[in-house]
T-cell receptor, first 117, second 113 residues
Framework: AQKVTQAQTEISVVEKEDVTLDCVYE???????LFWYKQPPSGELVFLIR??????QNEISGRYSWNFQKSTSSFNFTITASQVVDSAVYFC??????????????FGSGTRLLVRP | DTGVSQNPRHKITKRGQNVTFRCDPI?????LYWYRQTLGQGPEFLTY????????KSRLLSDRFSAERPKGSFSTLEIQRTEQGDSAMYLC???????????FGPGTRLTVT
C-alpha cells in the first residue's frame, strides 16, 4: 500500500530561522513521483515541486530546497530564512506511476508552519 | 482566468439536504479528479474521470455520493442526504492523460449543520 507520513503536525519558528519539514513515504512501485504543495489560509493548493523516483538530485529554488533520499524513503523540504508569508500548511504527496495508472495523489496529513515576526 | 474553477466556494446546508458542486477544469485537460479534505487532514482521493468515463472510485465515495462528467468537460459532485461528517473541503483537479501535473481548483467548503 502507498502511504505518506508527515510526523510534524505543527512547527513554529521565528522569522529568518531555517525550518525543515519531514516527509516519509511507502510504496511498492519502483517508479513514482513525489510532490510538495502549500496550502495557505485561502485553501487553494499551490504546487511547489515534483520529483521522480529516478532523480535523487537535490533541488534548490530560492529559499526552498528539497532533499530526496530513496534509501530512507524521505523527501524533506527546507525553507531557509523563513518569512511570515511562508505560514501555511504544507503537504507532501506521492503518485503511483504504473501503466494505465490513475496517477492519483496520496497526501500526507500536512505540517502547519507558523512563522512569527 | 484559465485555471480550474469550482462553484460554489462555500455551501452551508442542513443535515438531510442534497447538495451539488461544480468543477470546470482547464479546457484541454481530459482527466478530472475529486478529492475531499477534512479539517486537519490531507486531501483524500474520491474519484476521477478520463473524458466522460468515471474510471475509479474510492471506497470513501458512499452510495450517497455521485459524480458525473457528462460531456467530458465540467463535472458535478452530488451528495444526497448530507450528514455532518460530510463537512469538508471538496477539491477538484485536472490534468492531461499521462501527465502527473495536476492543477487544483480553489475548492468548495461544505458545512453541514
Amino acid at each position: 500500500a502507498q502511504k505518506v507520513t508527515q510526523a510534524q503536525t505543527e512547527i513554529s519558528v521565528v522569522e529568518k530561522e531555517d525550518v525543515t519539514l519531514d516527509c516519509v513515504y511507502e510504496t511498492r512501485d519502483t517508479t513514482y513521483y513525489l510532490f510538495w504543495y502549500k496550502q495557505p489560509p485561502s485553501g487553494e493548493l499551490v504546487f511547489l515541486i515534483r520529483r521522480n523516483s529516478f532523480d535523487e538530485q537535490n533541488e534548490i529554488s530560492g529559499r526552498y530546497s528539497w532533499n530526496f533520499q530513496k534509501s530512507t524513503s524521505s523527501f524533506n523540504f527546507t525553507i531557509t530564512a523563513s518569512q511570515v508569508v511562508d505560514s501555511a500548511v504544507y503537504f507532501c504527496a506521492l503518485s503511483e506511476a504504473s501503466k494505465d495508472s490513475s496517477y492519483k495523489l496520496i497526501f500526507g496529513s500536512g505540517t502547519r508552519l507558523l512563522v512569527r515576526p | 482566468d484559465t485555471g480550474v474553477s469550482q462553484n460554489p466556494r462555500h455551501k452551508i446546508t442542513k443535515r438531510g439536504q442534497n447538495v451539488t458542486f461544480r468543477c470546470d477544469p482547464i479546457s484541454e485537460h481530459n482527466r478530472l479528479y475529486w478529492y475531499r479534505q477534512t479539517l486537519g487532514q490531507g486531501p483524500e482521493f474520491l474519484t476521477y474521470f478520463q473524458n466522460e468515463a468515471q474510471l475509479e472510485k474510492s471506497r470513501l465515495l458512499s452510495d450517497r455520493f455521485s459524480a458525473e462528467r457528462p460531456k467530458g468537460s465540467f463535472s458535478t459532485l452530488e451528495i444526497q442526504r448530507t450528514e455532518q461528517g460530510d463537512s469538508a473541503m471538496y477539491l477538484c483537479a485536472s490534468s492531461l492523460r499521462g501527465s502527473r501535473w495536476k492543477y487544483f481548483g480553489p475548492g468548495t467548503r461544505l458545512t453541514v449543520t
